[in-house]
């Protein structure tokens, strides 16, 4: 394809890609039509002309064979009767006489010519067309030889039949057609545009309702039709889409705003302490300011380490998370409640070994931050223990934290899940905290594949993590006989 036909292509590729949805519907659908009713017609004159030419071939082929067995019984009649004025027969011998003839017919010359008469006695050809003057006709004429006659006497029937009528019925129906189709295409494309604006008049109104929808207050809703078809599907879509993201931001929004206030909580009462060292001067005791101001700063860290993570868990969304290891639980507790004091902590180290696959140090801040919780709420212990199977089945196993605090009420049990969500009473600002830990805990739970929710301790309250099980790693010892291993009574606590 040389250049010029290059940039023609693609004049024509801009010009289409200008025009509007509707009218290149219309286009494409105007231009199959138009070869579908050019085929159409040509399929139809082709079998018109067909059907008519076999009828002629049949009735020529009738009045020879009837003038073939007066041939054969030597019962020829002068004139041969035939039907019609558009039908001519001769009887001709093997010396090309004319032995009878019909009263219209030559009787000195056969319709023939002699080659075609070779040709058809040779066994090549039975049917022939012949142009009309040779009969005085107008348009061709079809001509059908018949073998007749005795075997000491052989003879050819030949029926001559015109074609004009079959060549007539032709042209009145191209006439038709070539006068039809236009008006029938002219009259389906207007119904098509009338069609395909209605159709795509939903779209539209789509598209304005999203034009109008703005990043105001107030969220927008599209337009949705009354039929059930596609377009009612996709704005339903559509709708449930900008719910969507008008509930992200609106929880973006209180994010932004609870995370505000936590941090200038901090931040104002370090400026408070400086404010009045610097007026107090000499008088400051700048040790005590100094550990206040830690104690802040190491809050204000723990908040944004909290809220760096809650991020990257927002932009991982529903992202696997990494390749985990086989973690076995009674150690990963143990090790967990070494950091806290033995009372109130104790640890109730399962029968046998219970194996799960994760991250270790998800594990353990999922640990930490229900112990954090229990702890500060507890009113003398916390019991952290591991059981096989739980309620669950054998695929999971089950992790409980369990304080005899207050409890939280069943309405709140869930929402404690959420973001900055604190109770009354854990709103100090020193005792409670920012309100980020069981919602960190929710995310990692579900990252490795589990659950956490919240129960009764009668009294207190008792966190219980579900956990996926795992089996046994091929380097852990042998298995002990009946599949456990022998540990301190449960009913014994272990302190940490």
Not at 453 to 474: C, F, K, M
Request: net charge neutral; charged share 25%; proline share 9%.
């Amino acid at each position: 394809m040389g250049a010029g036909a290059r940039r023609r292509l693609c004049r024509l590729c801009r010009l289409w890609l200008r025009l509007s949805l509707r009218a290149r519907l219309m286009i494409i659908g105007v231009a199959g039509l138009c070869a579908g009713l050019a085929v159409g017609g040509l399929v139809l004159l082709g079998a018109l002309g067909y059907a008519l030419q076999r009828t002629v071939d049949t009735e020529a082929l009738k009045t020879a064979e009837a003038v073939a067995r007066l041939a054969g019984e030597n019962a020829l009649p002068d004139p041969l009767p035939v039907a019609g004025n558009q039908v001519r027969v001769q009887v001709v011998d093997a010396q090309g006489r004319i032995r009878a003839a019909s009263i219209d017919a030559d009787r000195l010359v056969p319709m023939l010519p002699p080659d075609q008469l070779r040709r058809f006695h040779a066994g090549e050809q039975d049917r022939f067309y012949l142009p009309g003057r040779r009969l005085g006709w107008d348009g061709p004429i079809r001509v059908v030889a018949v073998p007749a006659g005795p075997a000491d006497d052989p003879q050819t029937v030949l029926v001559a039949k015109s074609t004009a009528d079959v060549r007539n019925s032709v042209a009145v129906v191209r006439t038709i057609l070539l006068v039809g189709f236009p008006l029938l295409l002219v009259l389906l494309a207007g119904v098509a545009w009338r069609v395909i604006g209605a159709t795509l008049r939903p779209v539209e109104a789509l598209r304005a309702g999203a034009e109008e929808i703005t990043g105001g207050a107030r969220p927008g809703r599209l337009p949705v039709p009354a039929s059930r078809d596609e377009i009612h599907r996709l704005a339903v879509t559509l709708n449930g889409m900008l719910s969507r993201l008008e509930s992200a931001r609106n929880r973006q929004r209180a994010f932004v705003a609870d995370a505000a206030h936590e941090l200038r909580s901090p931040l104002a009462n370090m400026r408070t302490q400086l404010e009045v060292a610097q007026r107090l001067g000499a008088a400051t005791d700048w040790p005590g300011v100094a550990d206040d101001l830690l104690a802040d700063i190491q809050r204000l860290s723990r908040l944004v380490d909290d809220l760096l993570l809650l991020a990257r868990f927002d932009e991982a969304g529903g992202a696997p998370p990494a390749a985990g290891v086989p973690i076995e639980l009674g150690e990963l507790l143990a090790g967990v409640a070494e950091r806290y004091p033995a009372p109130p902590v104790q640890v109730r180290p399962p029968r046998f070994p219970l194996w799960t696959v994760g991250e270790p140090d998800a594990l353990t801040r999922i640990l930490a931050n229900l112990l954090d919780n229990a702890v500060r709420h507890t009113t003398s212990k916390v019991v952290l223990e591991a059981v096989p199977g739980g309620r669950d089945g054998p695929t999971y196993h089950l992790v409980t934290v369990t304080d005899d605090g207050p409890g939280i009420p069943p309405a709140d049990r869930e929402r404690v899940f959420d973001r900055f969500t604190r109770l009354d009473d854990a709103r100090a600002r020193d005792a409670g905290g920012a309100g980020l830990g069981l919602a960190i805990v929710r995310e990692l739970v579900r990252r490795q594949g589990g659950t956490v929710t919240l129960a009764d301790a009668e009294p207190g309250l008792r966190v219980e993590v579900r956990l996926p099980a795992a089996p046994r790693p091929p380097d852990d010892g042998p298995t002990p006989p009946g599949g456990a291993e022998p540990a301190p009574d449960p009913d014994t606590p272990a302190e940490a």
